[in-house]
T-cell receptor, first 112, second 117 residues
């Protein structure tokens, strides 16, 4: 079966870098996603990476993909208090159910 | 309006009530989804509609009844719910369903926070 795993909690100081990690199981995933959920809100697509890439940078966000280890990470540089949220890793579900499988989410707390 | 909207944002209902959740997308997408997010479980896919046809029912109890009259609107009709059905119900849409690649990128609404008493 498919499983996307994330650590549940991360606390950093404002201005530091945050690294949120995710492991996934489906090696045939074409895209992998990061979503952000702020308190009381729905999920916001943050960024994505195509499976033939190792790294993608988008302003303060850097996504690293290690296909061999099926490991995905999201690095947030110069973390701000507004980055406090839950971050979900997601991959397309396995064949037969073409939806997204989400991890349980990592709650990022940014200390001022 | 743009994006994916959901109404109501909050709903409190008794176990004998009947209510409906509404989702509307303004993105020109063809696939729409209902997800359940509860405190103790990861995001759970409930239903998928592609071009108004239901293509996925993830073993959801019959007290949840979806309806998709057109590609822009999705409803979730609720009746005789249980307290354990209290959760955040999220609607999402994507350009299409069943393909690989960016077609699957899903855009979410803000959710309806449901409390069943």
């Amino acid at each position: 079966g498919e499983d996307v795993e994330q650590s549940l909690f991360l606390s950093v100081r404002e201005g530091d870098s945050s690294v949120i990690n995710c492991t996934y199981t489906d090696s045939s995933s074409t895209y992998l996603y990061w979503y952000k959920q702020e308190p009381g809100a729905g999920l916001q697509l943050l960024t994505y990476i195509f499976s033939n890439m190792d790294m993608k940078q988008d302003q303060r966000l850097t996504v690293l993909l290690n296909k061999k280890d099926k490991h995905l990470s999201l690095r947030i540089a110069d973390t701000q208090t507004g980055d406090s949220a839950i971050y979900f890793c997601a991959e397309p579900s396995d064949t037969g159910r073409r939806a997204l499988t989400f991890g349980s989410g990592t709650r990022l707390q940014v200390q001022p | 309006e743009t994006g994916v909207t959901q109404t109501p944002r909050h709903l409190v209902m008794g176990m004998t009530n009947k209510k409906s959740l509404k989702c509307e997308q303004h993105l020109g997408h063809n696939a729409m989804y209902w997800y359940k997010q509860s405190a103790k479980k990861p995001l759970e896919l409930m239903f998928v509609y592609n071009f108004k046809e239901q293509t996925e029912n993830n073993s959801v109890p019959s007290r949840f009844s979806p309806e998709c009259p057109n590609s822009s609107h999705l409803f979730l009709h609720l009746h005789t719910l249980q307290p354990e059905d209290s959760a955040l119900y999220l609607c999402a849409s994507s350009q299409e369903w069943g393909t690989s690649g960016m077609m699957e990128t899903q855009y979410f609404g803000p959710g309806t926070r449901l409390l069943v008493l």
